[in-house]
């Protein structure tokens, strides 16, 4: 890679990066700008809730140290992307949108390799530099895994995954426009997404753990279904008894399910997370959550409908309908996710951080 001397920072004006820029990114990252830089990658933490790139900058670009966050690791390993594509000590090229909050901290979108590879490290990127890329892909499972998987198959009770990121498939959640109360609206308004529920380790509840982009399992227990979501290895029990009498208030609520032609019918109440999850939108403590999982004649697709129901918040019912698919050999892995002081995740936007 060709050192430009006397330039130290280069910023790019451009639209977003990616097609849907994720609302929780453009908080934290101007997406219309773009920082590059070259340096050696010094120290890199493969962990939850993103991966983070560590940058010794090259003189020609000012020769701090900065940090950089990209795609969170288990989404990048099933596309293709592992540890050692960027590793400790590589000579790079990068791109991505600096911070709104802190000094030398940027998202790392493109890497440039010494040998002329180009890795992309969101979904729905054209290469940068070089039409040499390493793109996200799904890749295939162990024969063995996927002979397994299909011999425990039964209804419903498998692994279920999303075709791609949530936000293109499940448009309306992510970028729905909702028809909210006065009050409902007000508050969203006055929200600071900088300490909203998706960041750090403090995890998804519901609804908003269902618009989830990583796979989730059903197991028969009983009178009992678990459903277990990786992201945050997050838990929710479906009581098939239809009793919620001595339901107890939590943020993943009480649900109970029935059986509906085929289809698993869930309610969800005593919900106490204050919010949707999105947006800053509410949740009152009545609100009341209504599900259908349908599953495919083929018993390959898993179709999704949800409905929420809460007079404070909507001046109607909103129904949002997605789907997973299900790929053979395809579990559910732990989160292992750690709080990392000073990523954007969990930055206080009051003082601007150097890289620890």
């Known amino acids: 890679m060709r050192e430009r001397a006397g330039i130290y920072l280069v910023l790019i004006m451009l639209l977003p990066v990616g097609a849907a820029a994720h609302h929780s990114r453009a908080t934290f990252f ?34 701090a140290e900065w940090e950089m966050e990209t795609t969170p690791p288990s989404l990048l390993e099933r596309q293709g992307i592992s540890p050692d594509i960027v590793a400790a000590g590589t000579r790079v090229r990068v791109a991505g949108p600096p911070s709104r909050f802190a000094a030398n ?41 996927v002979r397994a998987a299909e011999a425990a198959a039964r209804g419903i009770f498998r692994v279920w995954s999303r075709m791609g990121m949530a ?54 227990e009983g009178d009992t279904i678990r459903l277990l979501a990786e992201e945050f290895d997050r838990k929710r029990l479906i009581h098939l008894d239809g009793s919620a009498t001595e339901a107890v208030p939590s943020p993943m609520g009480y649900s109970t399910g029935r059986w509906d032609n085929g289809d698993l019918v869930v309610v969800t109440t005593h919900v106490n997370t204050g919010q949707m999850g999105r947006d800053g939108i509410p949740l009152s403590d009545d609100v009341e959550i209504r599900e259908r999982f349908s599953l495919s004649q083929d018993q390959r697709r898993l179709d999704y409908e949800m409905t929420i129901i809460d007079a404070a918040t909507f001046t109607e019912p909103v129904t949002m309908t997605s789907h997973w698919i299900w790929r053979p050999g395809e579990t559910v892995k732990p989160y292992n996710c750690i709080e990392t002081p000073g990523s954007w995740t969990t930055v206080n936007q009051s003082e601007f951080r150097s890289s620890p």
């Not at 590059?36 to 790139?53: A, F, K, M, S």
């Not at 002329?116 to 793109?135: F, I, Y």
């Not at 006065?182 to 609804?207: H, L, N, Q, Y």
């Open 30 to 63: 101007d997406m219309d700008r773009i920082v590059e830089l070259e340096g050696e990658i010094t120290r890199v933490q493969w962990r939850h809730p993103h991966v983070r790139y560590w940058l010794q900058a090259d003189p020609a670009y000012g020769g």
């Open 105 to 145: 901290t940027m998202e790392v979108s493109h890497v440039l390799l010494p040998d002329g590879r180009e890795v992309l490290l969101h979904t729905g990127l054209d290469p940068r530099w070089t039409q040499n890329a390493v793109h996200r892909r799904t890749l295939g499972f162990d024969p063995e895994a």
């Open 167 to 220: 936000v293109a498939d499940w448009p309306q959640f992510w970028l729905g426009t909702y028809p909210l109360t006065e009050s409902a609206r007000a508050t969203a308004a006055a929200w600071d997404r900088a300490v909203g529920t998706d960041v750090g380790c403090r995890g998804k509840d519901m609804p908003w753990i269902m618009a989830s982009n990583w796979p989730f399992e059903f197991l028969e």
